[in-house]
């Protein structure tokens, strides 16, 4: 069986990080669990290390980042210490923390990810769909995702969505030194860069869930910002291409 790890950035997500660890621990798949918290003023961390040391020893990994920088930077933090490892993860999982992801949908990329090298779990395929969001939020998702589509010129429907799995010789083949994005737009330079090297991608619909407990880091500082950085992204084309 390939073996897999989630990587799951955290930024004051006390109230739900033992919950979503052993949402995906029951699942009887290879999954290992790497959390990258930035130094969360609730002491993510602290919690974390004590379900390493009470519950889940080596099959659970933590890195503390000195600040918080957006989960684009913790991502990639988390990609070079997947990539580094010794025993060979065969696929990376990208989860949010709030149990927005649902763990169910796990074993649905983890079959996927045998024949595809990107799986996004997406909202705007069949079967697909959010739950709980106000009208404002679900039109600023489509807004940005469509804007994006359309602007970058690739097909995917769900480009900013956050619940994925890279295989991992796509993660090896992106040059993860010169990403330019880190707030909401990391999700689309992602996409981009793997598009552009002609991986073979999929959707598979989740119904995505509003989080019940804790606060969400989404500001429209940061929308605005992943508006700019799409077509800094565009003008990048032939560069990106080039250089991965
Ligand atoms: N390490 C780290 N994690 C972050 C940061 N910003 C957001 N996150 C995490 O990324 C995930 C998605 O963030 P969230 O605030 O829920 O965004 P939303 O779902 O778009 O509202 C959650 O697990 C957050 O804890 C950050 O700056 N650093
Ligand atoms: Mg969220």
């Not at 993510?44 to 980042?65: N, P």
């Not at 992106?174 to 330019?180: E, G």
């Not at 700019?228 to 991965?244: A, F, H, Q, S, Y």
């Given at each position: 069986m390939k073996k897999g790890i989630v990587i799951i950035p955290t930024y004051n997500e006390?109230?739900?990080?033992?919950?979503?660890a052993q949402a995906v621990f029951s699942l009887d798949l290879n999954l290992d669990i790497l959390i990258v918290d930035d130094n969360s003023p609730d002491k993510?961390?602290?919690?974390?290390?004590?379900?390493?040391?009470?519950?889940?020893?080596?099959?659970?990994?933590?890195?503390?980042?000195?600040k918080k920088e957006g989960l684009g930077k913790a991502y990639i933090a988390g990609f070079k210490w997947v990539l580094a490892q010794p025993?060979?993860?065969?696929?990376?999982?990208?989860?949010?923390?709030?149990?927005?992801?649902?763990?169910k949908?796990?074993?649905?990329?983890?079959?996927?990810?045998?024949?595809?090298?990107l799986v996004i779990g997406s909202r705007y395929v069949p079967g697909g769909g959010a739950t709980d969001w106000p009208l404002f939020r679900k039109a600023i998702?489509?807004?940005g995702s469509l804007y994006s589509r359309l602007l970058l010129g690739v097909t995917i429907k769900d480009i900013t969505g956050g619940f994925k799995c890279f295989r991992r010789e796509v993660l090896e083949t992106?040059?993860?030194?010169?990403?330019?994005t880190s707030g909401y737009a990391f999700q689309i330079e992602m996409n981009y860069k793997v598009a552009l090297k002609n991986f073979r991608i999929i959707e598979v619909p989740i119904i995505f869930e509003e989080?019940?407990?804790?606060?969400?880091?989404?500001?429209?500082k940061v929308f605005i910002e992943a508006l700019?950085?799409?077509?800094?992204?565009?003008?990048?084309?032939?560069?990106?291409?080039?250089?991965?």
């Open positions: 006390i109230d739900n990080i033992e919950v979503v993510t961390y602290e919690k974390v290390r004590e379900l390493i040391k009470e519950s889940y020893g080596d099959r659970l990994h933590l890195i503390v980042r000195e025993e060979g993860y065969d696929f990376v999982i990208e989860m949010d923390a709030d149990l927005s992801h649902n763990p949908y796990l074993p649905r990329f983890v079959e996927a990810i045998e024949h595809y090298d998702s489509y807004g992106i040059n993860l030194d010169t990403i330019i989080r019940i407990r804790g606060a969400s880091k989404m500001t429209k700019g950085k799409v077509i800094t992204l565009r003008l990048n084309k032939r560069k990106i291409m080039e250089e991965g």
